[in-house]
């Protein structure tokens, strides 16, 4: 074997800590070291091809570098071997800059004593990969898009249009979302209906669009071009092929309820459209407000009501319809579930649900609106309030960033009710407290500022709260003018609270489904928020619009342009190249006890007719979670076998002086290693004596692995892994606690504090948390001592026993 080790400097990001040199030195004795070379950029042109040339003129057959994360260069030096020749899974990185450099640069000696140790860990490592070959799937070109907005619509126009076939899927009747609500849009006070319709009614023409109103998605299996989708239609109990919509029905229905659309500020039957310019443009019935469906609920009777199906001429009422369930074979998925408005009740000092002069912006909007259209609608009199910020920059409620269209939506709403006073010689006087006023987008400073002009008031100031003098109409709204540093207390006739935007409960839910992260604000995860802000973490899923952030029209139909780009790009190549991490039998090892084949969630494992346990290499996700039912150490993961993550734990306690402790960390690949980069940008400082050992998923961790390395010499074990709602392997988290809960009864057997062992799920935000425990495990570790020798030994003879006490009787 011929190994080739490259140190980077990092053009003084490591060599300012490490002495790269001397690093360099030491691993170049080590066996099948051919040589170990540091230079200044490894990445840089001239040092891959560096690499390039030295495999193909010593032969290498592996190559280490000793760099920075495998997060962020691991594909770079991936092509290198390509180029070189060389299978790419024979190269591997070692992280010295974000592990090393980064977060012990008080302590250069033991930093440099730090990265010599990791180097040798990456050569253990190494020494056991072997070439694989990536397994290739065909791929088809049939993309969902959940929820169908302005952002789902335009996806999904994009992607018809360019000849892919697109499932989109709304929960509601019609599709149009909260654009639908709008009057007119800023900063060009465009009708929003007048842009959306056409392009609603584009989705129904367009042949490569399957369009799933009142409809919703109960289960999503598989990957990248292999989903399996479970679809629910809900039942509308009128025929859409045969309803004409001429509301004879509606007109006939006795039962009067809210309307939702109008934000309850209307009222409409039970047999109702959902808007004007719905698509589909068909009646449906309210199962919750139906007299007939009440009755059948309740009693069990058919007979009640049923006046609409009387009135109507085309005969499509039908009570008895029943839900459809749809498989869909989906490629990819984009998600588009939007946002809800900020519940206002929860700011109860600004009166919301309790004086019927405040509202929420929404509210105004449809006021506005139904004004427009000469309908009856309260009167917001003269003096109006609008309220900045609420529910937005607040953190009190847990909500801190800022919704970022509620400033220009108040400016909008101000100088739409400005416009029409001035139409009828009114007079208004119209005031918008605000914290600060955010103006980012093209033409937004000027449609303020023209705002201004027509005298709208904007004084900086977030009043504390809202309150009636007895006997009054109107409320009382009291500020500090931080500008002028006066205090307001004055009497509105109506006050707007300008709430803010939170992830819609039907994006929560599809996340669940997804096993899609969010991030710290409620909102979906991108991927990397300025490289792939429209991927997520599984591969093959996208978001686009509210529901990845608050985000205004322009920006949602850009993001949705660019999922759907994204996708072209993913799904024209005609197939996919996966990753052949995944699950592989011994079979010299596999005695056919068929321990394993329940252990995969994803029902993976079978037995053959040899009696022998087989993975299916397509379905497998490489999780490694089935590796600890097995006994006999036959199921193994490429790229983390046993003994490969054996060697990389043994070689980590190489250098272990009698007076160090150590503590081993298995990062799992999703969110605590990204985090130990996260961790290492940010030079968050941790304990100079622990090793990162980067797994696929923390369930890969054996209960075998985490005492062997007791065995071996470390005083502590920590795993890491994503929190369970946002892991991407189903059931790992359950399986790890599983496994640390038999760890330690074991080491509690030998006298080994049970402590020694923990297991935390991180989001990748958590910059103080991480180094915070991984600190405490060095303090448990000094604090309960050195372990005996002979408790080390006497694991290391018992494993088998504990874990597999049924073994003796195979
Ligand atoms: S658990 Fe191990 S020995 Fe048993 S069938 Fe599976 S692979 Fe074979
Ligand atoms: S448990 Fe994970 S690694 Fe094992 S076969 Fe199933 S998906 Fe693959």
């Not at 509606?250 to 959902?274: G, L, M, N, T």
Request: charged residues 25%.
């Amino acid at each position: 074997m011929k190994i080739g080790v490259y140190v980077c400097h990092c053009g003084g990001n490591i060599s300012e800590i490490v002495d790269v040199e001397k690093v360099a030195k030491y691993v170049d004795n080590q066996d099948d070291v051919v040589f170990a070379k540091h230079y200044s950029h490894m990445c840089s042109e001239d040092g891959q091809q560096m690499i390039i040339n030295d495999v193909k003129e010593h032969n290498l057959d592996r190559v280490l570098v000793s760099a920075c994360s495998p997060l962020f260069h691991g594909e770079t030096f991936k092509n290198v071997a390509k180029q070189a020749g060389l299978n790419p899974y024979l190269i591997e990185m070692v992280n010295i800059r974000e592990q090393c450099a980064w977060v012990h640069y008080d302590d250069l000696e033991k930093a440099t004593e730090k990265a010599t140790n990791l180097t040798e860990m990456g050569i253990d490592r190494i020494r056991n990969n072997n070439p694989l070959e990536e397994i290739k799937m065909d791929i088809g070109k049939s993309v969902l898009v959940i929820g169908a907005g302005i952002a789902g619509i335009q996806a999904a126009l994009d992607l018809g249009d360019a000849g892919y076939q697109v499932h989109l899927v709304e929960k509601d009747a019609s599709i149009g979302g909260k654009m639908a609500q709008l009057s007119r849009t800023f900063p060009t006070n465009d009708c929003a209906a007048c842009i959306l319709s056409p392009k609603m009614a584009d989705v129904t023409t367009n042949k490569n669009i399957t369009l799933h109103t009142y409809s919703e998605i109960t289960k999503v299996d598989g990957n990248l071009g292999n989903f399996k989708v479970s679809l629910t239609h809900h039942p509308a109990f009128v025929d859409s092929e045969s309803c004409v919509s001429c509301g004879l029905c509606a007109e006939a229905c006795p039962v009067s309820v809210d309307d939702e659309f109008e934000w309850k500020i209307s009222k409409r039957k039970a047999i109702y459209i959902p808007m004007d310019f719905a698509v589909p443009n068909r009646y449906l019935i309210d199962v919750e407000n139906c007299l007939n469906q009440k009755a059948r609920r309740k009693s069990g009777k058919t007979n009640v009501c049923r006046l609409c199906e009387k009135v109507c001429p085309q005969n499509c009422i039908d009570f008895e319809n029943k839900p459809e369930y749809l498989e869909l074979d989906i490629d990819a998925i984009i998600v588009t579930t939007g946002h809800d408005v900020f519940d206002a009740g929860r700011k109860p000092e600004y009166g919301y649900g309790k004086y019927e002069n405040v509202l929420i912006a929404p509210e105004m909007e449809r006021i506005i609106v139904k004004k427009s259209e000469g309908a009856e609608v309260r009167d917001i009199g003269k003096k109006i309030a609008f309220i900045q910020c609420v529910g937005s920059r607040d953190e009190q409620i847990g909500n801190e960033y800022c919704s970022r269209v509620c400033c220009m939506y108040a400016t909008k709403l101000s100088q739409l009710i400005m416009h029409s006073a001035q139409v009828a010689g009114a007079d208004k006087d119209i005031y918008v407290f605000y914290t600060d006023m955010r103006t980012f987008g093209k033409g937004y400073e000027e449609y303020y500022k023209s705002t201004q002009k027509m005298g709208v008031k904007f004084i900086r100031g977030r009043p504390s709260e809202i309150f009636k003098n007895p006997g009054s109409e109107k409320v009382n709204l009291r500020v500090e003018d931080t500008l002028n540093r006066q205090i307001i207390e004055s009497e509105f006739d109506t006050v707007v609270l300008s709430v803010g935007l939170e992830l819609s409960a039907g994006s929560k839910k599809i996340a669940d489904i997804l096993k899609i992260p969010k991030s710290t604000d409620g909102f979906l995860q991108e991927a990397h928020p300025k490289f792939r802000p429209v991927d997520t973490q599984k591969d093959g899923i996208f978001i686009a619009g509210t529901a990845q952030g608050p985000k205004d029209i322009p920006d949602s139909v850009a993001q949705a342009s660019a999922t759907a780009a994204r996708v072209m790009r993913l799904l024209n190549q005609g197939s996919i190249t996966m990753d052949p991490r995944k699950a592989f039998v011994h079979p010299e090892l596999c005695d056919g006890c068929g321990e394993c084949v329940s252990s995969c969630p994803y029902d993976t494992i079978s037995m053959n007719a040899d009696n022998i346990a087989v993975v299916d290499q397509n379905r497998c996700k490489g999780c490694g979670m089935c590796l600890s039912s097995c006994h006999s150490d036959a199921l193994d993961l490429n790229m983390f076998t046993n003994f490969q993550l054996f060697s990389e734990v043994k070689a980590a306690l190489k250098d272990k002086r009698e007076s160090d402790k150590r503590i081993i960390v298995f990062a799992d690949s999703i969110c605590t290693y990204k985090l130990s980069d996260s961790v290492g940008n940010a030079k968050n400082k941790y304990s100079v004596d622990t090793r990162i050992i980067r797994v696929p998923s923390s369930s890969r961790v054996t209960p075998k692995l985490i005492l062997q390395s007791f065995a071996l010499g470390a005083d502590a074990v920590f795993l890491g892994d994503c929190e369970k709602k946002s892991t991407p392997f189903l059931g790992s988290i359950d399986a790890v606690e599983k496994n640390i809960k038999l760890v330690k009864k074991n080491l509690e057997i030998v006298g080994i504090s049970p402590d020694r062992v923990e297991f935390f799920q991180f989001v990748t935000v958590m910059l103080t948390k991480f180094p915070m425990l991984l600190n405490k495990m060095e303090t448990i570790a000094k604090n309960k001592g050195t372990i005996p020798h002979e408790k080390r030994i006497k694991i290391s003879n018992s494993l088998q026993e504990w874990l597999f006490p049924k073994n003796k009787e195979i």
